[in-house]
């Protein structure tokens, strides 16, 4: 098992530029997470899914977007990149609804200038 | 809002000090805690969570953690460090049936030989 990956690991966007974070997991979870953190802050979640094609916002949804059209994929799409959403993006799945152990993709650090 | 606080940011100790990380939370309803760690260029792992009974719960590792609830509490607790357990560890809450996890700003320790 591969577990959850993502793609890219580093990437720098100029303002106002687009691009897709892809996150992919085959461990055939239902449940699947973005979240970002940033700089001596917590992750903080910014959508979630809990099947194929059923999303929902997190905390810090803004200026985001997310589809899941498989169980496997869940690709979370940044419009129109500013400052402020340089920061380390992490998905996540899990089995069932929360209160079981996330697993983690290894991250992708993301620089907005 | 629900908030996680671990108080402290950087902890340097030598192997075979003792450990505890603290952790602390802003909701009174019931809640499922998780205490995660990132070892360097590493996912997110899951050390120990507790979700009912035994207020004591013992992880990977030799971690353990405590359940205070009068206290808003979930320190983690490790006897005797060792220089692998050099990682960044994250606390985290969820409220009973939500989807969302609430982490801390993590606590990153150091172990010196």
């Known amino acids: 098992n591969a577990g959850v990956t993502q793609t890219p690991k580093f990437r720098i966007l100029k303002i106002g530029q687009s691009m897709t974070l892809q996150c992919a997991q085959d461990?055939?979870?239902?449940?699947m997470y973005w979240y970002r953190q940033d700089p001596g802050m917590g992750l903080k979640l910014i959508y979630y899914?809990?099947?194929?094609?059923?999303?929902d916002k997190g905390e810090v949804p803004n200026g985001y977007n997310v589809s899941r059209s498989t169980t496997e994929d869940f690709p979370l799409r940044l419009e129109l990149a500013a400052p402020s959403q340089t920061s380390v993006y992490f998905c996540?799945?899990?089995?069932?609804?929360?209160?079981?152990?996330?697993?983690f993709g290894p991250g992708t650090r993301l620089t907005v200038t | 809002a629900q908030s996680v606080s671990q108080h402290n940011h950087h902890v340097i100790l030598s192997e075979a000090a003792s450990l505890e990380l603290g952790c602390n939370y802003s909701?009174?309803?019931?809640?499922?805690l998780f205490w995660y760690v990132q070892y360097p260029g590493q996912h997110l792992q899951l050390l120990l969570k507790?979700?009912?009974?035994?207020?004591l719960v013992k992880g990977i590792k030799g971690f353990e953690a405590e359940f205070i609830k009068s206290k808003f509490s979930f320190n983690l607790r490790k006897p005797s460090v060792q220089w692998s357990d050099t990682a960044e560890y994250f606390c985290?809450?969820?409220?009973?049936?939500?989807?969302?996890?609430?982490f801390g700003t993590g606590t990153r320790l150091t172990v010196i030989p």
């Open positions: 996540a799945s899990s089995y069932s609804m929360g209160a079981r152990e996330q697993y």
């Open positions: 461990m055939n979870h239902n449940y």
């Open positions: 899914s809990v099947g194929a094609g059923i999303t």
């Open positions: 909701y009174g309803g019931t809640v499922n």
């Open positions: 507790y979700f009912s009974g035994d207020p």
């Open positions: 985290a809450v969820e409220i009973t049936g939500a989807n969302n996890l609430f």
